[in-house]
Structures are given as C-alpha cells and as structure tokens.
C-alpha cells in the first residue's frame, strides 16, 4: 500500500481586505445623502436607503456576472428564419428588473412630488456604482418618456416606460405592462453630426413612414422601441420605431453586429440596416433635433450621474484596501503621501456628485421656473464635459492605489477603467459640449442671468472664489473665440462645483478651492497643501 502524501500548504493567506459587497452604498454616502435632502429628494429617502443596500450587496454580485458573459447576437434560428436576437446572461435581466421596480428608469414620471427627479437621479447613481451596462437602457427609457409625451398618441408607450416593470419577452407591447426603449441617432458618415444622417423617412398611406437606411450605434437593440431619426420629405425628423408591430410581426430592420466595445460589456450596442422598418413621427417634420432636445438634456444629466458614481465606487474601493492592507510597518491609509492622494481623490468625487444633484434639482424645476430651465439648458453640457472628463484619469489613480490588483478582473477596476472614457463620448464628446456652451452663453441671455444668480448667491463667502468668479467673467466678456472653448467651460465647472460645496456648507469646499481654484494644487492627485485635515475628508468620505 502506498503511503499517503504529505499535505504541503504552501502559504498562508494574510494582509488582504475583506470582500467589498455587502455595504450599503445609500448609507456610505455622506455627500449624496445631504445633497438629496439639500436638492429638494427629503421624501423620497426610505426608497433610496433600500435600493443603496441592494446596489451594494446583491445588485453588485450580479455585475460580475453580467460583464463576464457578453451579449450575443443569434441573427437566424435553428430552421433559418430571421430572428436578430440578443441573448444575455440571466444576471443582467435580473439587474435590469430590480432598477425598473425600484424606480431607476420612471420615478420622476410616475411619481408627481417635486423632487422626484432628484430621487431618481440618485437612484441611478447607485445603481450605476454596482453595474453600468444595464444604465444605458435604463437612461434611454428614462429620457426617452421626455420625447414620447409631447404625442398623445403615444401615451401607452410613455406609460408604460416609465412603469416599475420588467418584461424581456420579444412580444408587442400591448402584451406588456412595462417596456425599455433604446435610439438609433447616429450614421457612419456624421456621427455627431446628424444633420447629415442619411436614413430616409418616407411617408405612407395610413400616416406612418417607412424608414430605410442605416444606424452606425443602434443602442440596446432588443428593447421595445428605439427613438431614431431620419430625413422625410420636410427635413431631418424624429419617428418611434417599434421591435415589434402590433400584428405580432417583426419590424423590417437588421442586426448586423453587435459593437466589439471597450466596456459597457454587459449591454449590447449593435450596428443595424432598415429595411423599410415602420415607424411614427414624434413632432414636425423637420424638427428632429428640436423634438429629442428634451431627451439629450435627461441623458447628458446621465452622464454626469454616471461618471460621478464611477468615482465614487473607484473612491470606495481604494479607501476599502487601503484599510485593510498593510505596507512598510502600518496600514496603506497612514502613510501620508498615500493619504494625500486619497483626501485628493474623496474631494474630487465629492464635487462631482453634488454638482451632478445640483442639475438633477434644476431639471426637477425646469418645467414650473424658467431660471432654473435655463440653468439646467447650459450646465448639463458643462458638467456632461468637466465631471467626465476626469472620470477616466480618476480611476485610474484609485487603481494604483490598490496596486497590482486593482489590474485583475476580481476587483472591479479594470471594469470601472473600461466604462470611464464612455460617458465622455456617449451624447456627445467634449468638444461638442462646450461649443454647445458657448452657444448657450452667447445666444440666450437667460441662461448666462441663470449662472449669474447661482455663482453670486455664495460671493463673499470665500476670498479665493471670489477672485475666481471675476476672472471667470472677465473671460466671458471679452467674447471667447471657439479655440478657447474647452478652457472657459473648464474653469466654469469648477466655479459652480466650488459655489455648490460652499452653498452646502461641505466641510471640503475651502480645500476644493484652496486646490483647484486657488493654484495649491499641482498636475496630478495627491498634491494636496499639506495643512489639510485628511483625516477629516476621509472620515467624511466612506464610514
């Protein structure tokens, strides 16, 4: 008989954090939850403090698995029929049904208190913290109920997008009682631009058009309907495109394939050929831009919310390892320079988030106060530039905090990394933000009268802004030229992210302006003045 082997235990395990999941990311939040409360979201509290504990816990175990087996595109069946299917992992659906339940894509709509749209922006927030994917057909569906109620005609489907419910079936939406939409804006010849789409919209009979062409980003392609635009004969128009007819059959439009994508890997983008797809007209004909106007403010506000979160989770994870993990005689958290560059990072994340709520209350109040539309018209474009903009070099910084494992798939920051550089892009890159800033500043004196009120409501607070906000006005009245665009909207974001924490009484406003208004600051983060009470911000930051 051969002896047994010795067991031979190589290592222990030891000096590693403790598993993330299991937080509540309503609870861990300080700074959302008194910008909620300060943004006019106070009743809406109870159903954000659960929807935090499900995005931190189990929402966010779903997210691995969602992101580990991407979507796949069965364009025929077993006997040859066309079928252009996406196929996802069961994880995303579950995602998806627990975000529309909870609110995620239709609280403000079906739910007429004011604040509503603060709340829902904040439960977008969290829910993007935990998976991002599934917030691109979650932001579309929202924003799209914005465009689908200028029709009456098209009640039901802007009902029935913002409904609580989730329902994946391939069927009408007569069979439904809730439904997502995604849109097909953009070709292969204009991107941004448009006006230079292509896709032919041509009128029938019975009122619809049949629309016949091509969209280069087809998003979430297996939702209900999908806002596109297209030329008909009066000009480029916006028209409702159903997956499904109402006699059960599919639409004449095609897969093609599905986008190989830097991130975002649990939802599906696809490229899509229309083939005489039947569609309605939502507004004028030739008013296209001016009918999906309402919808680009909504998502742009998404964009925001989502960039923000993704530095509040990267903020999360380091400060979680670093806590735990020792380096050198003592924890990560204690050396100072370490210190430094998390104080840095908890400051910045902090901005982001109460200058993404601060919109969120303007679009809340655009309907009923002209200054406060006004203010929402220019600073989603300002903020959709500034707070994505630093998204990508943010995460990347939480990342070395971690080291090595802040580069492996277990930890969630390559897949933060990834997403990081789309809401940049997505509705919109940043040069055409601050063109569309300029625009808005030169163009429409209401909403400069609306900036004006917001920066002067916290003059003589703070010496530093102050001189800040001149110098910001002398720039804008010396006419800027185009080439100077990104640097004026630039340093307008960081004005009214410094007015906002000043308003808020955050016990980080002096540093964020000390820091980035004031020149104590260098190139990169963790150049913080080193009188700064770190630890104040970090106690501040994450519990």
Same mark, same amino acid.
């Given at each position: 008989?051969t002896?047994a082997?010795?067991a031979?235990e190589?290592?222990e395990? =030891?000096n590693?954090?403790?598993?993330f999941?299991g937080?509540?990311?309503?609870a861990? +939040?300080?700074?959302?939850?008194?910008?909620v409360?300060r943004?006019?979201?106070?009743?809406?509290v109870?159903q954000l403090?659960?929807?935090g504990?499900?995005?931190g816990?189990?929402l966010?175990r779903l997210?691995?698995?969602?992101?580990?087996?991407?979507p796949r595109l069965?364009t025929?069946?077993?006997?040859?029929?066309?079928?252009d299917?996406v196929?996802f992992h069961?994880?995303y659906?579950?995602?998806?049904?627990a975000?529309?339940m909870?609110?995620?894509? !239709?609280?403000?709509?079906? +739910? &007429?208190?004011?604040g509503?749209?603060?709340?829902?922006?904040?439960?977008?927030y969290?829910h993007?913290?935990?998976?991002? &994917?599934t917030?691109?057909?979650?932001t579309?569906?929202h924003?799209a109920?914005?465009v689908?109620?200028?029709a009456?005609s098209l009640?039901?489907?802007a009902?029935k997008?913002?409904?609580?419910?989730?329902d994946?079936?391939?069927?009408?939406?007569?069979d439904?009682a809730?439904i997502?939409l995604?849109m097909?804006?953009?070709?292969?010849?204009g991107?941004?631009?448009v006006r230079s789409n292509?896709? *032919?919209?041509?009128?029938?009979?019975?009122g =619809?058009?049949?629309?016949? !062409?091509?969209?280069?980003?087809?998003s979430a392609?297996?939702?209900d309907?999908?806002?596109v635009l297209?030329?008909a004969p009066g000009?480029l128009?916006c028209f409702?495109?159903p997956?499904?007819?109402a006699?059960?059959?599919?639409?004449a439009f095609h897969l093609m394939?599905l986008?190989?994508?830097?991130g975002?890997w649990s939802?599906a983008? =696809?490229e899509?050929e229309?083939?005489?797809?039947?569609a309605?007209?939502?507004?004028e004909e030739g008013?296209?831009?001016?009918?999906?106007?309402g919808?680009?403010?909504?998502t742009?506000?998404?964009?925001m919310? #989502?960039?923000a979160?993704?530095?509040?989770m990267a903020l999360?994870?380091a400060?979680?390892?670093?806590?735990?993990r020792?380096s050198?005689?003592? *924890?990560?958290?204690?050396?100072?320079?370490?210190?430094n560059v998390?104080?840095?990072?908890a400051i910045e994340?902090?901005a982001a988030?109460?200058?993404?709520?601060?919109?969120?209350?303007?679009?809340?109040q655009?309907?009923?106060?002209?200054q406060?539309a006004a203010?929402a018209?220019v600073?989603?474009?300002?903020g959709?530039?500034w707070?994505c903009?630093r998204a990508?070099?943010?995460?990347?910084e939480a990342?070395?905090?971690?080291?090595?494992? #802040?580069y492996?798939?277990?930890s969630m920051?390559?897949r933060?990394?990834?997403q990081?550089?789309l809401? =940049?892009?997505?509705e919109?890159?940043?040069?055409?933000?601050c063109?569309d800033?300029l625009?808005?500043?030169?163009?429409?004196?209401?909403?400069m009268?609306?900036?004006d009120?917001?920066l002067?409501?916290v003059?003589?607070v703070?010496?530093?802004y102050d001189?800040?906000?001149?110098?910001?006005?002398?720039q804008l009245?010396?006419?800027?030229e185009?080439?100077?665009?990104?640097?004026i909207?630039?340093?307008?974001a960081l004005?009214?992210?410094a007015?906002?924490?000043?308003?808020a009484q955050s016990p980080?406003?002096?540093?964020f302006i000390r820091?980035r208004?004031g020149a104590?600051?260098?190139?990169a983060?963790g150049?913080l003045p080193t009188?700064?009470d770190?630890?104040?911000?970090l106690?501040?930051?994450l519990?």
């Amino acid at each position: 008989m051969t002896p047994a082997l010795p067991a031979f235990e190589t290592h222990e395990v =030891s000096n590693q954090p403790p598993p993330f999941a299991g937080r509540n990311l309503w609870a861990d +939040d300080v700074a959302l939850a008194d910008a909620v409360q300060r943004e006019g979201g106070a009743a809406f509290v109870g159903q954000l403090a659960r929807y935090g504990g499900l995005a931190g816990d189990e929402l966010y175990r779903l997210g691995f698995d969602a992101n580990r087996d991407r979507p796949r595109l069965r364009t025929h069946d077993a006997q040859g029929h066309r079928i252009d299917t996406v196929e996802f992992h069961p994880a995303y659906h579950q995602l998806m049904a627990a975000a529309k339940m909870h609110g995620v894509a !239709g609280l403000s709509w079906h +739910d &007429g208190r004011p604040g509503a749209h603060v709340a829902r922006a904040a439960l977008s927030y969290l829910h993007h913290q935990a998976e991002a &994917g599934t917030s691109c057909p979650l932001t579309m569906t929202h924003a799209a109920v914005a465009v689908l109620r200028q029709a009456p005609s098209l009640a039901e489907w802007a009902n029935k997008a913002a409904a609580p419910h989730y329902d994946p079936r391939d069927v009408p939406i007569a069979d439904k009682a809730g439904i997502t939409l995604g849109m097909g804006m953009t070709e292969k010849q204009g991107g941004s631009d448009v006006r230079s789409n292509t896709t *032919r919209a041509e009128l029938q009979a019975d009122g =619809s058009y049949a629309l016949i !062409g091509h969209k280069w980003f087809f998003s979430a392609p297996m939702s209900d309907g999908f806002l596109v635009l297209a030329q008909a004969p009066g000009g480029l128009s916006c028209f409702l495109m159903p997956r499904r007819l109402a006699d059960g059959n599919r639409n004449a439009f095609h897969l093609m394939r599905l986008k190989d994508k830097l991130g975002d890997w649990s939802n599906a983008s =696809s490229e899509v050929e229309l083939c005489g797809a039947l569609a309605q007209r939502v507004g004028e004909e030739g008013r296209g831009v001016a009918t999906i106007i309402g919808m680009v403010m909504m998502t742009r506000l998404d964009c925001m919310l #989502g960039a923000a979160a993704e530095m509040r989770m990267a903020l999360a994870q380091a400060m979680h390892h670093t806590r735990y993990r020792n380096s050198f005689g003592k *924890r990560l958290c204690e050396h100072p320079l370490m210190t430094n560059v998390l104080a840095d990072l908890a400051i910045e994340s902090e901005a982001a988030t109460v200058f993404a709520m601060r919109v969120a209350r303007a679009v809340d109040q655009a309907g009923n106060d002209p200054q406060q539309a006004a203010f929402a018209r220019v600073t989603t474009a300002v903020g959709k530039y500034w707070v994505c903009k630093r998204a990508a070099v943010f995460v990347n910084e939480a990342q070395e905090c971690l080291g090595g494992a #802040g580069y492996v798939e277990e930890s969630m920051l390559p897949r933060l990394y990834r997403q990081a550089p789309l809401n =940049s892009i997505w509705e919109g890159s940043g040069n055409i933000q601050c063109l569309d800033v300029l625009r808005a500043l030169s163009r429409e004196p209401q909403a400069m009268q609306a900036l004006d009120a917001e920066l002067d409501a916290v003059a003589g607070v703070d010496a530093i802004y102050d001189a800040a906000l001149r110098a910001l006005r002398a720039q804008l009245a010396a006419t800027p030229e185009e080439a100077q665009a990104r640097r004026i909207t630039e340093r307008l974001a960081l004005v009214l992210q410094a007015a906002v924490l000043l308003r808020a009484q955050s016990p980080n406003a002096s540093v964020f302006i000390r820091s980035r208004l004031g020149a104590e600051h260098g190139m990169a983060f963790g150049t913080l003045p080193t009188d700064v009470d770190f630890g104040a911000v970090l106690s501040r930051a994450l519990p």
